[in-house]
């Protein structure tokens, strides 16, 4: 019923920016939870922004003042603006999404395909 796409990684020097981007289809009412994790060389998966239906977000302190997690309704799209990048954010990212599918309350919960991320020094 759902699917995401994931696109917009690549490599890019130490300072510079990217916009990573998890495109959903399929049948969605709406968005219940958005997060991104990363998988960086050696470490295990792990949360860097998430966001709920509510407006809270939340940020892996590494990326806190510089990541941003938002989304576009009318393309069911969630996005991670990622400004002032550093080495230390090297990994393949994932997003995370939960929709709700119907109006009975039904959800889905999948994983992007996962993009990589290189910034070199």
């Known amino acids: 019923q759902v699917q995401l796409a994931q696109s917009g990684g690549g490599l890019v020097q130490a300072g510079g920016s990217l916009r990573l981007s998890c495109a959903a289809s399929g049948s969605i009412v709406s968005f219940n939870y958005m997060g991104w994790f990363r998988q960086a060389p050696g470490k295990q998966r792990q949360l860097v922004a998430e966001a709920t239906t509510g407006g809270s977000t939340d940020y892996a302190e590494s990326v806190k003042g510089r990541f941003t997690i938002s989304r576009d309704n009318a393309k069911n799209t969630v996005y991670l603006q990622m400004n002032s990048l550093k080495p230390e954010d090297t990994g393949v990212y994932y997003c995370?999404?939960?929709?709700?599918?119907?109006?009975?309350?039904?959800?889905?919960?999948?994983w992007g395909q996962g993009t990589q991320v290189t910034v070199s020094s």
């Open positions: 995370n999404v939960e929709t709700q599918i119907d109006t009975a309350g039904g959800t889905w919960n999948g």
